[in-house]
Nanobody, 127 residues
Framework: QVQVAESGGGSVQAGASLRLSCLAL????????VGWFRQAPGKEREGVAA????????SYADSVKGRFTISRDTTKNMVHLQMNSLKPEDTGMYYC????????????????????WGQGTQVTVSS
């Protein structure tokens, strides 16, 4: 099991940047995936970005490609989501999650693949 906790959300104007952080503590391996998901009010939770906890390989939703970057600092057990050029449609609760059931098989943006979830951090982008 892994404990996951997000931080770094906030309220910003369109065009601004935010950096979210995810602390993952517990039995997580370098080839486990960590993903960022978001959920807007009344909408399904959707995958935003995912990466191996250590090593290369990332996945991004089309809606955030070129604007969001997922990165890790394994020395601190952290996975970050740098969000640039934010849009009002990026508003939502952002969750970090770990996929502990699969190792080294590619990081998907399918929420069903992820077993351990944080409580979320709110991101609000106003126009």
């Amino acid at each position: 099991q892994v404990q996951v906790a997000e931080s770094g959300g906030g309220s910003v104007q369109a065009g601004a940047s935010l950096r979210l952080s995810c602390l993952a503590l517990g039995n997580i391996y370098g080839d486990n995936c960590v993903g960022w998901f978001r959920q807007a009010p009344g909408k399904e939770r959707e995958g935003v970005a995912a990466a191996y906890f250590a090593g290369t390989g990332t996945s991004y939703a089309d809606s955030v490609k070129g604007r969001f970057t997922i990165s890790r600092d394994t020395t601190k057990n952290m996975v970050h989501l740098q969000m640039n050029s934010l849009k009002p449609e990026d508003t939502g609760m952002y969750y970090c999650a770990a996929d502990l059931r699969r190792r080294g098989l590619g990081c998907r943006l399918d929420r069903a693949a992820y077993s351990d979830w944080g409580q979320g951090t709110q991101v609000t982008v106003s126009s």
